[in-house]
């Protein structure tokens, strides 16, 4: 069993900039993959990014190039550094342990979420 807690959302402008932390209860050394997800208002839950023990990576394509994630083993904590902001990356953003690398598939620890509203 493991809690996540994200912190780092809030509001900005397009084109700005946010980071958003993961912080986890225990070690998250024995995850290989965490994860990033995202839901909109009145859209699926969807990928937005991985990061794996060995520090393998990969991108929803969406946010390729704009968003930047980062595991820290011995602090338990994985960041998303956010550039470049659309108002369609408004979203509650979601840390995730777990996850299957490669697939996309969600693990099942889930933190409570972070609202990210970027402004035209």
């Known amino acids: 069993q493991v809690q996540l807690v994200e912190s780092g959302g809030g509001l900005v402008q397009a084109g700005g900039s946010l980071t958003l932390s993961c912080a986890a209860s225990?070690?998250?050394?024995?995850?290989?993959?965490m994860g990033w997800y995202r839901q909109a208002p009145g859209k699926q839950r969807e990928w937005v990014a991985a990061v794996t023990r060995g520090g393998s990576i990969d991108y929803a394509d969406s946010v390729k190039g704009r968003f930047i994630i980062s595991r820290d083993n011995a602090k338990n904590t994985v960041s998303l550094q956010m550039n470049s902001l659309k108002p369609e990356d408004t979203a509650v953003y979601y840390c995730?342990?777990?996850?299957?690398?490669?697939?996309?598939?969600?693990?099942?620890?889930w933190g409570q979420g972070t609202q990210v509203t970027v402004s035209s």
């Open positions: 225990r070690s998250i050394v024995n995850f290989n993959a």
């Open positions: 995730n342990a777990g996850m299957i690398y490669g697939s996309r598939l969600p693990g099942n620890y």
